[in-house]
Nanobody
């Protein structure tokens, strides 16, 4: 079992920046993907940014050029630097982890951290 703990959410003005952090409760092996999703009220959960196997990064189209995902393997952590935030990006941001287990995948989610972009 793996617990994911997010932090760094909060209230920020339009055009501002926030940095989210996600720490796993133990060392992780056989990572398939690890990254961030978000869900706004009344909308489906969507990909923000994630690492996939082979150190590839994937970003949602709307955040390319403004958000940056990074990680610290020694700390079992991933981070999301969000710049030039927009009001429509107000959402709960979730850390996601998929690891290879046998022939399948085990999926874990954090509890979510609220990001509110408002003046």
């Amino acid at each position: 079992q793996v617990q994911l703990v997010e932090s760094g959410g909060g209230l920020v003005q339009p055009g501002g920046s926030l940095r989210l952090s996600c720490a796993a409760s133990r060392s992780i092996f056989s990572i398939n993907t690890m990254g961030w999703y978000r869900q706004a009220p009344g909308k489906q959960r969507e990909l923000v940014a994630a690492f996939s196997s082979g150190d590839r990064t994937n970003y949602g189209d709307s955040v390319k050029g403004r958000f940056t995902i990074s990680r610290d393997n020694a700390k079992n952590a991933v981070y999301l630097q969000m710049n030039s935030l927009k009001p429509e990006e107000t959402a709960v941001y979730y850390c996601s982890l998929k690891i290879v287990v046998g022939a399948g995948l085990a999926e874990y989610w954090g509890q979510g951290t609220q990001v509110t972009v408002s003046s």
